[in-house]
């Protein structure tokens, strides 16, 4: 099987090259600078017609967005590496009911959340009621999984999965957006050990050298 990402640096692209990492793929990777706008070109376009990374082509067919990507990932690669359950288990219901949470229900109030203050959005977007009002309910989600992180070391159980990988590395972005994640211990337990790992900081150092 081949594999060829198209990514780039402090994007949504590092949460898969962190997978690729763990499950200990090589995979042919492309790092666009998205500020000369090389994802827009025809060639690129044909690939993925939204224009963005990450894209996973494999074995010639592109698959993208991140949280498909990454669930792809663990259905053909996780299962047997023990980082990613098997299909029919329990397990992989679990996987995919919190993988996807993080991606579309806790994305979408950061993506409001980036619009009503980010220093990078349109100010004319900027709203700091609703910005606030985005900030309590993220907050309260945080909560739901603080205590689903209070049964167990990990989302799964006792061991660090794909799922974990998933969702802490959107959280981890919240926290970049301004979301404090200090008030939920086991949130925080966690993250520091989804942070520790040693395929997260490689690819954290690699961005970060990149970036320099
Ligand atoms: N929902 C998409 C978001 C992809 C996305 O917006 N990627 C950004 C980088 S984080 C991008 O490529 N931006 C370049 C552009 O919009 O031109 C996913 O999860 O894959």
């Known amino acids: 099987m081949t594999l060829k990402l198209f990514a780039a640096p402090m994007s949504s692209a590092v949460p898969v090259q962190h997978a690729l990492a763990e499950l200990g793929l090589d995979a042919d990777i492309v790092q666009f600078d998205l500020a000369s706008g090389e994802q827009k070109s025809p060639a690129y376009l044909a690939i993925n017609p939204h224009g963005v990374v990450p ?33 029919g288990t329990p397990q992989r219901l679990v996987a995919l009911s919190w993988s996807t949470w993080a991606y579309v229900s806790y994305g979408a109030l950061v993506s409001t959340l980036n619009f009503a203050q980010s220093p990078h959005a349109d100010p004319r977007l900027h709203h700091a009621p609703l910005a606030a009002d985005v900030l309590a309910r993220l907050d309260a989600a945080l909560g739901r999984l603080d205590a689903q992180l209070a049964k167990s070391p990990f989302l799964l159980g006792d061991d660090f999965s794909l799922a974990d990988l ?10 970049y957006c301004g979301v404090d ?15 520790a790992r040693p395929a997260y900081r490689k690819v954290w150092m690699d961005e970060e050298v990149e970036a320099a």
């Open 181 to 195: 994640a200090g008030g939920h211990a086991n949130v925080q337990r966690w993250l520091q050990a989804f942070q």
């Open 166 to 175: 998933i969702v802490a590395s959107v959280v981890t972005y919240s926290t």
């Open 55 to 87: 894209t996973l082509v494999v074995d010639g067919t592109p698959l993208y967005e991140a949280l498909a990507i990454l669930q792809w990932l663990g259905d053909r690669h996780g299962v047997e590496r023990g980082l990613w359950p098997a299909s």
